[in-house]
T-cell receptor
Framework: DAKTTQPNSMESNEEEPVHLPCNHS???????IHWYRQLPSQGPEYVIH???SNVNNRMASLAIAEDRKSSTLILHRATLRDAAVYYC?????????????FGGGTRLMVKP | KAGVTQTPRYLIKTRGQQVTLSCSPI?????VSWYQQTPGQGLQFLFE???????NKGNFPGRFSGRQFSNSRSEMNVSTLELGDSALYLC????????????FGQGTRLTVV
């Protein structure tokens, strides 16, 4: 499986934008980039995903580099509720099924 | 619509016993995956079922098994429990496909004493 690299932790101030980076230099042309987050004492929840183009949804934006070797999850205005561990995951060929391979993720701390 | 339901939420078992955990996926979802989360190893994939067939299996011993029923509900079983099996067990359901999202349950917290 292609691997991802994320910083262990990041800090942000409330109501400021947050840019969470992810490197995936061995990504293949068919790998989708997914982001999930896990709030304390909860199961992971889906945030956003993309293939080649930048994506926006109500939770966040996903900026994908032109060579697809890196991506950035953007939270436009961090709130205290956004404090969580964020996971960047590559989902490969369908033959691999629907499994998600979680790395260590980035622990985001939001200061009031 | 109802989310993914896992039962029980908490469980305490003794070493050597066996345990069965249950997962009810979102209606219409045919893919159910199981994960183990521990402080030391993080989130690790156990197995995935799709339309009652195991499609993928993680690197866990044979004591860990699962099954999926025709209504897509899934169970996982751990036999001969060890202290190291203490963990949060998470179930996720999805429609299937690389561009679909997985929905996770709240998990079952298993403590082996």
């Amino acid at each position: 499986d292609a691997k991802t690299t994320q910083p262990n932790s990041m800090e942000s101030n409330e109501e400021e934008p947050v840019h969470l980076p992810c490197n995936h230099s061995t990504i293949s042309g068919t790998d989708y980039i997914h982001w999930y987050r896990q709030l304390p004492s909860q199961g992971p929840e889906y945030v956003i995903h993309g293939l080649t183009s930048n994506v926006n949804n109500r939770m966040a934006s996903l900026a994908i580099a032109e060579d697809r070797k890196s991506s950035t999850l953007i939270l436009h205005r961090a709130t205290l509720r956004d404090a969580a561990v964020y996971y960047c995951i590559l989902r490969g060929p369908l033959r691999a099924g629907n499994m998600l391979t979680f790395g260590g993720g980035t622990r985001l701390m939001v200061k009031p | 619509k109802a989310g993914v339901t896992q039962t029980p939420r908490y469980l305490i078992k003794t070493r050597g016993q066996q345990v069965t955990l249950s997962c009810s996926p979102i209606s219409g979802h045919r893919s159910v995956s199981w994960y183990q989360q521990t402080p030391g190893q993080g989130l690790q994939f156990l197995f995935e079922y799709f339309s009652e067939t195991q499609r993928n299996k993680g690197n866990f011993p044979g004591r860990f098994s699962g099954r999926q029923f025709s209504n897509s509900r899934s169970e996982m079983n751990v036999s001969t429990l060890e202290l190291g099996d203490s963990a949060l067990y998470l179930c996720a359901s999805s429609l299937g496909g690389l561009d679909t999202e997985a929905f996770f349950g709240q998990g079952t917290r298993l403590t082996v004493v």
